[in-house]
């Protein structure tokens, strides 16, 4: 115990402000996507950034392409209430603005299950009922629309 | 050619989307090292990933910068106090273990004192009390053995003079 309160990092302030002004607004929108509650989004927001900067080296001088992987995917784990929830790939759900618009049902389906709720391609292609290729295909032909449709 | 083939497959979105098998995890990391193109694509990729996050993302409500750094602090605090503490006790111990060492010789040694229950006080009380009534009777009876056997003694020494 002792030695793990000992190797405890702790983050500058400077850093703990650059990191919240750059991450804290989409850490929020994907945990409302996660969550749909804004209240309880904006308190696991404060928790999972909080544990993150304790946990994670931040500073504006480390890999920034990496560090919103790493976040998002260290955020779906502290939600696990949430994403182990039985609800396949609920597309009826209220996701934030920007971008879904432009996916049909099942590229929408897909993309929230695996983005929101890490579920695996094998998972969605039993679920589903069609073969992994085409979750895979799908997937990425959402993910592409998307990237067009925000000019990338 | 075979590696835009590699590019289209979607295998870099299953990567960036975080559900890779371990294989095809060790297969983009590879590929990464081995193509530029693929890691140029795979970079692109994740700063657009990023980018769409940022067109989905929701402001959060004023003061939970505030909050955050609260509990941070918090924490630290905490963490701070436990390690002082840990430090301060474990000095103490440390430097006491070393004084005792120096003025004292370790001998293993057992209490000559024993807890007993007050109500036995009572019990000893009247031990002693009986024990005295028993030692004025043994005494007493002594006594009057004796005076009795001067009486028989002189008793048999009238009856042998009465004979003669």
């Known amino acids: 115990m002792f030695k793990a309160v ?16 750059q991450y804290a607004p989409m850490l929020l929108g994907y945990i409302n996507g996660i969550v749909q509650n804004p209240q309880k989004s904006e308190d696991h927001l404060v928790a999972i950034l909080t544990s993150f900067v304790k946990d994670v080296v931040v500073s504006p001088e480390k890999n920034r392409l990496n560090m919103w992987l790493e976040l998002r995917q260290y955020a779906q784990s502290k939600l696990t209430l949430y994403t182990a929830k039985d609800h396949p790939s609920n597309h009826n759900q209220s996701v934030p603005k920007g971008g879904l618009d432009v996916l049909d049902d099942l590229q929408k389906r897909i993309f929230c299950a695996v983005y929101y709720h890490g579920k695996s391609i094998q998972y969605l292609a039993t679920t589903i009922g069609c073969d992994e290729s085409e979750i895979r295909n799908q997937l990425k032909l959402s993910i592409d629309k998307m990237r067009r449709a925000s000019g990338n | 050619m075979e590696i835009n083939k590699i ?14 098998t371990e294989e095809e995890v060790q297969k983009v990391l590879s590929l990464k090292k081995e193509y530029p193109a693929f890691k140029a694509a795979l ?17 959060p409500p004023a003061g939970t910068l505030a909050k955050i750094e609260q509990e941070i602090n918090e924490i630290q605090r905490q963490n701070q106090a436990v390690q002082n503490n840990f430090n301060s006790e474990y000095s103490y111990d440390k430097n006491h273990q070393e004084n005792k060492r120096e003025k004292y010789i370790e001998v293993e040694s057992e209490s000559n004192q024993m807890r007993v229950n007050k109500a036995w006080k009572w019990v000893f009380v009247a031990v002693f009390v009986l ?3 028993f030692l004025a009777f043994a005494i007493y009876f002594y006594l009057e053995n004796r005076q009795i056997k001067e009486q028989i003694k002189e008793l048999k020494i009238e009856l042998k003079q009465k004979n003669r």
Do not use: C, H
């Open chain 1, 6 to 21: 000992l190797n405890n990092r702790s983050a500058e302030p400077k850093n703990i402000r650059w990191f919240y002004d």
């Open chain 2, 7 to 20: 590019i289209e497959s979607g295998l870099m979105e299953t990567y960036v989307m975080g559900i890779a």
């Open chain 2, 43 to 59: 970079e692109q990729l994740e700063y657009d990933m990023e980018v769409l996050a940022q067109n989905m993302s929701i402001e």
């Open chain 2, 131 to 133: 024990g005295k009534i």
